[in-house]
């Protein structure tokens, strides 16, 4: 597609349930980045692929958040047994590549996921 | 550790100049980017600068000081849709860290 695309753009849960969010990153773009952000608050960082593989899973904030990309393309972030603090929208973003240099990020509109 | 630093909130009025300052310790450096964000939308990207000096662009410049850890992004012939978010962002070999962001209110 021409730009980033995100789904759902909402989603309302209960405490305890499961939901996946998925990104479908600019065409030919092999670095794709899961983004968090609370209200009123910067983007912290989630997780970062390059191609399939994901060389810094570091920022998730807990074995209830997991990621995965396939044919280097399509993202699912899966979050297990949702809480109240997971509340919040979730950003994806793709770049053409990291390898020769850090290069513009393409943010999808974002999730935006109330857990009750 | 990382850490980015902006002003939380700035207010200015239409027609006006405006800096937006930036700084920023971290354990990479690949470039600093800007990035604008309206309210209830996706970040966009503004600008970017890997070497010292002013980046201009139109009514937006941005500068570096890669020894001084410091970057702003200056906005003139301020207009009400430049009423936004604008994130700092380091890039290091591949992760960008991103600061909380400065939430510019323009008023007429």
């Known amino acids: 597609g021409a730009g980033v695309s995100q789904s759902p753009s909402n989603k309302v849960t209960e405490k305890g349930k499961d939901v996946e969010l998925r990104c479908d990153p600019i065409?030919?773009?092999?670095?794709l980045y899961w983004y968090r952000q609370s209200l009123g608050q910067g983007l912290e960082f989630l997780i970062y692929f390059q191609g399939n593989s994901a060389p810094d899973k570091s920022g998730l904030p807990s074995d209830r958040f997991s990621a995965e990309r396939t044919g280097g393309s399509v993202s699912t972030l899966t979050i297990q047994r949702t809480q109240q603090e997971d509340s919040a929208v979730y950003l994806c973003?793709?770049?053409?590549?990291?390898?020769?240099?850090?290069?513009?990020?393409?943010f999808g509109e974002g999730s935006r996921l109330t857990v009750l | 550790g990382q850490n980015i630093d902006q002003p939380t909130e700035m207010t200015a009025t239409e027609g006006a100049i405006v800096q937006i300052n930036c700084t920023y310790q971290t354990s990479g450096f690949n470039g600093l980017f800007w990035y604008q964000q309206h309210a209830g939308e996706a970040p966009t990207f503004l600008s970017y600068?890997?070497?010292?000096g002013l980046e201009e662009k139109g009514r937006f410049s941005s500068f570096l000081s890669r020894s001084k850890g410091y970057s702003y992004l200056l906005l003139k012939e301020l207009q009400m849709k430049d009423s936004a978010s604008y994130l700092c962002a380091v890039s290091g070999t591949y992760k960008y860290i991103f600061g909380t962001g400065t939430r510019l209110k323009v008023l007429a």
């Open positions: 065409s030919g773009h092999t670095a």
């Open positions: 973003a793709s770049s053409a590549t990291v390898l020769a240099g850090p290069g513009e990020l393409f």
């Open positions: 600068n890997v070497l010292d």
